[in-house]
């Protein structure tokens, strides 16, 4: 079945550099990859996804990036601030993101932002 | 807009007591549903999902189950909880494709 990695466990940057966070998936019919950012005490949001079809994919000052080939995807973050702060999930799942689609999410990464 | 409550927020329970979890969905119509599970150190992982009113499908063979028996109101229960069944439980909703707001979870102790 499907598994997703992902790395690193932990981040911890100053304010305003950049972070990136990376997974890896082994499923090659994944086709859906969304990324979670869970607070303190709160349930997981949905942050930013792509298909399969894009290779990049831009929000503001966060980013996912996609290569099939090599299977694996990341999330950027760029002038990082405080409360960027929390723990962030990636998670795959084929069939485009539809409802019924099993996700596989990795185990999460704590990003710290230093100010 | 929409927002998701679930509850209770922490839960001690003995072994071989009984469970109820309740999730319920407010400012939407015919929600996709799900329940997930976190144990530390992982991450989520699927435990059941409904498209509608007592329509429920089962992802991971367990002690557990759910029932929707209003359109927005999910419940996951146990007979008798195991020492296994530990662990942050979260509530999901979605309208079209895959959950986007999850609730802030209950975490669940069986000691």
């Known amino acids: 079945g499907e598994n997703v990695e992902q790395h690193p466990s932990t981040l911890s940057v100053q304010e305003g550099d950049s972070a990136v966070i990376k997974c890896t998936y082994s499923d090659s019919a994944s086709n859906y990859f969304p990324w979670y950012k869970q607070e303190l005490g709160k349930g997981p949001q949905l942050i930013i996804d792509i298909r399969s079809n894009v290779g990049e994919k831009k929000d503001q000052r966060i980013a996912v990036t996609l290569n099939k080939t090599a299977k694996h995807f990341s999330l950027h973050i760029t002038e990082t601030q405080p409360e960027d702060s929390a723990v962030y999930f990636c998670?795959?799942?084929?069939?485009?993101?539809?409802?019924?689609?099993?996700?596989?999410f990795g185990t999460g990464t704590l990003l710290a932002v230093q100010p | 807009s929409q927002t998701i409550h679930q509850w209770p927020a922490t839960l001690v329970q003995p072994v071989g007591s009984p469970l109820s979890l309740e999730c319920t969905v407010e400012g939407t119509s015919n929600p996709n549903l799900y329940w997930y599970r976190q144990a530390a150190g992982r991450g989520l992982q699927l435990l059941f999902y409904?498209?509608?009113?007592?329509?429920i499908s089962s992802e991971v063979p367990q002690n557990l189950s759910a029932s929707r028996p209003q359109d927005r109101q999910f419940i996951l229960s146990s007979k008798k909880l195991l020492l296994s069944d530990s662990g942050f439980y979260l509530c999901?909703?979605?309208?079209?494709?895959?959950?986007?707001?999850f609730g802030s979870g209950t975490r669940l102790t069986v000691v």
């Open positions: 998670a795959a799942s084929t069939g485009y993101g539809g409802a019924t689609n099993k996700l596989i």
């Open positions: 999901a909703w979605s309208v079209l494709g895959t959950p986007s707001n």
């Open positions: 409904s498209v509608g009113i007592g329509q």
